[in-house]
């Protein structure tokens, strides 16, 4: 079951979920990357796991070999500050790979593989087919011994954008977001736009078998993910503690009302459990 008015951040979790595999993956990263990659054994995703709310860690990140660490994030807006983040991720990702601390203070060299920060775009403002971001930006003096670069790409369905051509998965990632907005600018529901988009999918054979073996979760994901701009909306409206609070429970009503067990709830909001079960009544009532 789907809550009442789907979820506008369905983009995001989808996105994560279904490059979240190493074919797909591989192929993306060939696609930016202009290579030709085969041995997905060579491939090792390393997203830096965070907590249910936290925004501050990425969408996707993977090495290839000894050769490239690529960060992939998924935007649904305009995000000038996505240099600085990257900044912050790839820190933590590189200190990751270096298992032996010690050797931060030895006299050799230690290699990494060579980074690449990439932002796939599909929000609704007119954004360039691709565009760089740079770190530099933020600097209001000479910035010459810290520099770090973003591209940006515009995967919007209907596009003429070559990275769509070279990865067949994200195309039809994109066909999918495609057809969740014409649905929208029909005059469906969210909610009913969303299973529109989903089924003209499956009919066209669209995200190969993902959508026909993870259908369930695929629907789970799009009526769950907590919508921050509702709730900073809410902020306003009714102060940042009452708004923060109702965009919550909303997350809590919306996993209640599909059966979810009350400890899982309480890992995802943060939520007592007397809380939750305070809510659940009024959602039985």
């Known amino acids: 079951m789907l809550s009442k008015d789907g979820n506008k951040k369905y983009r995001d979790s989808v996105f994560r979920d279904y490059f979240n595999e190493p074919i797909r993956l591989l192929s993306l990263c060939n696609a930016i990357l202009d290579t030709q990659y085969s041995d997905v054994g060579g491939l090792s995703i390393n997203t830096l796991e965070g907590v249910f709310f936290d925004k501050q860690k990425n969408d996707i990140s993977c090495t290839i070999g000894d050769n490239f660490l ?114 929208i600018r029909l005059g469906f529901s969210r909610q009913d736009a969303i299973i529109r988009a989903v089924k ?9 078998n993902y959508l026909v073996e993870h259908s369930e979760e695929v629907f789970n994901m799009l009526a769950l993910e907590w919508n ?27 996993m209640i009302s599909m059966g979810m067990p009350f400890d899982k709830i309480q890992e995802a909001t943060k939520l007592s459990i007397e809380r939750i079960k305070e809510l659940a009544n009024k959602f039985i009532d």
């Open 70 to 183: 690529v960060l992939v994030e998924h935007q649904t807006s305009v995000n000038d500050n996505m240099p600085f983040r990257c900044l912050s991720y790839v820190a933590e990702l590189l200190n990751n790979l270096v298992k032996n601390k010690r050797k931060l203070y030895n006299k050799l060299l230690i290699k990494f593989p060579a980074p690449r920060f990439i932002v796939l775009y599909d929000g609704d403002a007119k954004e360039p087919l691709q565009k760089t971001m740079r770190l530099s930006d933020a600097f209001g003096g000479d910035s010459s011994s810290l520099e770090l670069v973003v591209t940006v790409y515009n995967i919007n369905h209907g596009l003429r954008q070559p990275l769509l051509k070279k990865c067949s998965y994200l195309n039809d990632y994109s066909v999918l977001v495609g057809k969740v907005k014409e649905g």
């Open 200 to 208: 003209f999918c499956l009919e066209n054979g669209i995200m190969g």
């Open 228 to 254: 921050m701009d509702d709730a900073l909306q809410a902020r306003f409206e009714d102060g940042i503690e009452d708004g923060i609070s109702r965009g919550i429970e909303s997350v809590a009503l919306n």
